[in-house]
């Protein structure tokens, strides 16, 4: 049994609390993820995802609770965390590689390296060749996985991604989803990531939580009992995926309602 990589302990989460009638995005939740764990999380929109990935990797002080790594208070700053928001894009006056290359620049690598190594990992993710190109030229499924990429490069121990797949046409997905499967395949890094796709989750993930409205607690947690390696193209007819989906579909009816007649 493998230990716990990430901690949340009565989290709690109210924006413009000063204010009279602050937003409670999150009310209280309690989670354990397992080194190597891949989980995603769904909910309806506005229901606190962002919020509460935004808490997990340290870029949002929550109101209430703590979050630790490895045991460790996330504010300790120590840990390796890679992070791609929901809004993440590539900075348009750099090229492909020095984009993707960006972390490993903070980090203080050398630039010989550094574009060799993205260069190695553009190479992997299908951007062989647009190395020299800037993010303008490149289709947006390509500037995703770019994006993606310049996360993974520094090889973080626990990654966070905010729908990383959100605008992006089925293939595409397909492509990226499978990227995804075999680089954790041989990395086993601990992924904590949000989907709106609920066949998506079960195709990825060992578990999903399902949040309830705002402000969030955990609805339900579902573990995905399907064998490893996944074969993205023939796991969704596998009869468990098909009433893991229908399972999850019937939890989640409420909660979209309720939140689209806010
Ligand atoms: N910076 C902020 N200041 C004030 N309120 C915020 C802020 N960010 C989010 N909220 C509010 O908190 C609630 C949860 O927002 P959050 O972005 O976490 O939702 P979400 O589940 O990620 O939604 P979506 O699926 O649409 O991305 C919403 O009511 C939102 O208006
Ligand atoms: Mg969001």
Not at 64 to 93: A, M
Not at 142 to 151: D, E, F, L, N, S
Not at 247 to 260: G, T, Y
Request: include cysteine; charge should be neutral; aromatic fraction near 6%.
């Amino acid at each position: 049994m493998k230990s716990n990589k990430l901690s949340l302990k009565n989290i709690h989460h109210v924006y413009g609390q000063e204010r009279q009638a602050g937003t409670e995005a999150i009310r209280h939740i309690d989670l354990e993820v397992r080194d190597g764990e891949l989980l995603a999380i769904v909910g309806a929109s506005g229901c606190g995802k962002s919020t509460l990935l935004n808490i997990m990797c340290g870029m949002i002080e929550p109101t209430g609770g703590e979050v630790k790594i490895d045991g460790e208070r996330i504010s300790s700053g120590s840990h390796r965390i890679g992070y791609i928001s929901q809004t993440d894009t590539l900075l348009p006056w750099r090229k492909i590689d020095s984009n993707v290359a960006l972390g490993l620049e903070l980090e203080g690598i050398s630039k010989r390296e550094r574009l060799e190594r993205a260069r190695q990992m553009m190479a992997l993710s299908g951007l062989k060749g647009f190395e020299k190109m800037y993010p303008h030229e490149l289709s947006g499924g390509m500037r995703k996985r770019a994006v993606i990429i310049r996360a993974l490069i520094q090889n973080p121990d626990i990654i966070f991604m905010d729908e990383p797949f959100g605008p992006l046409d089925v293939f595409t997905r397909e492509a990226l989803q499978k990227e995804i499967l075999k680089m954790w395949g041989e990395r086993k890094n601990t992924i904590v990531y949000i989907t709106h796709d609920i066949a998506e989750a079960i195709t990825l993930a060992d578990r999903i939580v399902l949040l309830s409205r705002r402000p969030s607690v955990i609805k339900n947690e579902y573990i995905v009992d399907l064998e490893r390696p996944r074969v993205i193209e023939e796991c969704k007819y596998n009869p468990k995926f098909l009433q893991l989906e229908k399972q999850i579909w019937n939890d989640i009816k409420d909660e979209l309602c309720d939140a689209d007649m806010e």
